[in-house]
T-cell receptor, first 111, second 114 residues
Framework: GQQVMQIPQYQHVQEGEDFTTYCNSS?????IQWYKQRPGGHPVFLIQ?????EVKKQKRLTFQFGEAKKNSSLHITATQTTDVGTYFC???????????FGQGTRLTINP | DSGVTQTPKHLITATGQRVTLRCSPR?????VYWYQQSLDQGLQFLIQ???????AKGNILERFSAQQFPDLHSELNLSSLELGDSALYFC?????????????FGPGTRLTVL
């Protein structure tokens, strides 16, 4: 079936280190969304990317959408303990009227 | 606070039983989505309703059913419960049907089947 794969599944870093999670689809995406779920919380929308090659920044977070619209990445610079949580990508498959979530990357940080 | 409400917050029941989870979407949102999240798992899409009609189906078991009422609130019914149904169930809402806009998630209902 249509899948959105996300790697790595887990990432542990020292506070201050950078972090990146990657999202890949076998089919072209109309758009991609990123969500963050804090421990014990619910997913919260972070951003949506629509255009091929699009790059958006939110403070220390940088989001990229690939040229072929099949992959995306989220990069966090100089992680802080508040960045702890699970980051999900969600792709809207072209022609399919639903959002497909990746399995998420759980980020833990050593202070 | 996303504006999406879910009740109850916690539910403990026994195998074989039936439960109903309730969700009220954000004001103005016509789409309601249901997701299951097991321990250390991602979000498994179950089903979507848009303005009262079923819009999309995911990995929803036959023992599970859902509906969206005229006032747009939705209920997820889980029957013949098994231990493996223990999970966090999220409801989300969005303004449109095609999944191109952000989804607002409720706080979830934690179901424990003993």
């Amino acid at each position: 079936g249509q899948q959105v794969m996300q790697i790595p599944q887990y990432q542990h870093v020292q506070e201050g280190e950078d972090f990146t999670t990657y999202c890949n689809s076998s089919t072209t995406l109309s758009n991609i969304q990123w969500y963050k779920q804090r421990p014990g919380g619910h997913p919260v929308f972070l951003i949506q990317l629509v255009k091929s090659g699009e790059v958006k920044k939110q403070k220390r977070l940088t989001f990229q959408f690939g040229e072929a619209k099949k992959n995306s990445s989220l990069h966090i610079t100089a992680t802080q303990t508040t960045d702890v949580g699970t980051y999900f990508c969600a792709g809207h498959i072209q022609g399919a009227q639903k959002l497909v979530f990746g399995q998420g990357t759980r980020l833990t940080i050593n202070p | 606070d996303s504006g999406v409400t879910q009740t109850p917050k916690h539910l403990i029941t026994a195998t074989g039983q039936r439960v109903t989870l309730r969700c009220s979407p954000r004001s103005g949102d016509l789409s309601v989505y249901w997701y299951q999240q097991s321990l250390d798992q991602g979000l498994q899409f179950l089903i979507q309703y848009y303005n009262g009609e079923e819009r999309a189906k995911g990995n929803i078991l036959e023992r599970f059913s859902a509906q969206q009422f005229p006032d747009l609130h939705s209920e997820l019914n889980l029957s013949s419960l098994e231990l493996g149904d223990s999970a966090l169930y999220f409801c989300a809402s969005s303004v449109e049907a095609r999944g191109i806009n952000e989804q607002f998630f409720g706080p979830g209902t934690r179901l424990t089947v003993l």
